[in-house]
């Protein structure tokens, strides 16, 4: 018998081959980090389907500029707010921006996060509370700024998280710790603005192609790093996250409410998951492959 191949999963579809391109005709969404990476692809996604935007981040520059090629794709608005997730009054401002501009908020993406590696002995305290602040504190930010809108609409939060704090990864402690809060701070909401006909869902991306933070851990050269192992077979791609959180924010998941949602090819459930540094001889590696390691 012939050796078996690898079956691949199949490239993420288009959204508009599943949902109506009027799925969203009429609502708004307001994402923190919306303006690059996964969540901007997100954000395009949902104004295929007839949503208008208003996308939060620190670099007015990157924002407006993000804004103006979201707009340019999909016909829709798309207004840039510069905020820091961790100052509650710049986050507010916005809020307040997006119904003064667009008059009201039905769904949120909370999807600004801060990363970098580090082993846990190597990071400042400093360093620990950034990333502490922008995904978990940032997160209750959002919610506050937001829930009095989200509540008007029935509306719908999406927390972008991960699937490092499942098992142990290695220079990740800081962004493992933050992101076990994030999904707390979800299933709370769900809990407690259930009955407001709020709903609030995470998902866990694995490893995705073609992001700045993937291509970074990529390009880094360890001989003791393993292999991410993906069952099925390929990276994630933005487009399998766009369609996850597609269908989250529709009516198609009305009674889905307080979930994780793992998109990440069954990776979490091999040895190696979304570690991509599992071996604990790669620690005494670090000193090493540091320099490697681009300080953004
Ligand atoms: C060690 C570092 C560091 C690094 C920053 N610090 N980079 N420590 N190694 N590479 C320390 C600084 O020295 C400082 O501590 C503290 O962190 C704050 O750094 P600042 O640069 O002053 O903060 P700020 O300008 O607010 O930037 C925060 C940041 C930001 C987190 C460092 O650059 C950032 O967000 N970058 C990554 C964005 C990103 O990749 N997002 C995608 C996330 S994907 P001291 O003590 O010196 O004052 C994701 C999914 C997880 O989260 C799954 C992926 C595997």
């Known amino acids: 018998m012939s050796s078996p191949k690898q079956v691949n999963a199949p490239n993420a579809p288009s959204s508009l081959d599943i949902f109506s391109p009027n799925l969203f005709k009429g609502k ?32 007015t520059d990157r924002l407006t ?68 602040e922008i995904d978990t504190l940032g997160t209750f930010n959002t919610f506050k700024a937001t829930i009095p809108y989200v509540r008007q609409t029935h509306g719908a939060y999406i927390h972008f998280s991960a699937t490092l704090h499942y098992q142990g990864s290695v220079y990740q402690a800081h962004v493992s710790a933050a992101k076990a809060g994030v999904d707390a701070l979800s299933n709370v909401i769900a809990i407690e603005e259930g009955p407001y ?6 998902i866990a991306p ?8 993937m291509d970074r851990l990529s390009s880094l050269d360890d001989p003791s790093a393993r292999k991410i192992r ?6 994630g791609e933005k487009a399998d996250i ?19 949602l793992v998109v990440d090819g069954g990776a979490q459930h ?20 540091k320099k490697l390691v681009p300080r953004l």
């Open 65 to 132: 500029q993000a804004a103006n090629e979201l707009e340019a794709a999909t016909g829709r608005k798309c207004i840039p707010a510069t905020a820091d997730v961790r100052d509650p009054k710049s986050i507010q401002a916005a809020a307040k921006l997006a119904v003064d501009k667009l008059g009201r908020i039905d769904f949120v993406i909370c999807g600004a996060a801060g990363n970098f590696l580090a082993p846990l002995s190597h990071l400042s305290e400093n360093a620990f509370k950034t990333v502490m």
């Open 242 to 260: 766009a369609n996850a959180a597609v269908f989250l924010f529709s009516n198609g998941a009305a009674h889905v409410t307080g979930q994780i």
């Open 270 to 289: 091999t040895y190696s998951g979304m570690g991509v540094f599992p071996y604990p001889e790669s620690v005494l590696e670090f000193e090493k492959i």
């Open 230 to 235: 993906i069952p099925l077979g390929r990276m």
């Open 197 to 202: 006909g709020v709903r609030s869902n995470v």
């Open 28 to 59: 708004v969404v307001f994402a923190t980090g919306g303006g690059s990476g996964i969540g901007k692809h997100v954000v395009e996604t949902m104004m295929r389907h007839g949503v208008d935007a208003v996308i939060i981040g620190r670099k």
């Open 206 to 213: 694995g490893p995705i192609g073609g992001t700045p933070g």
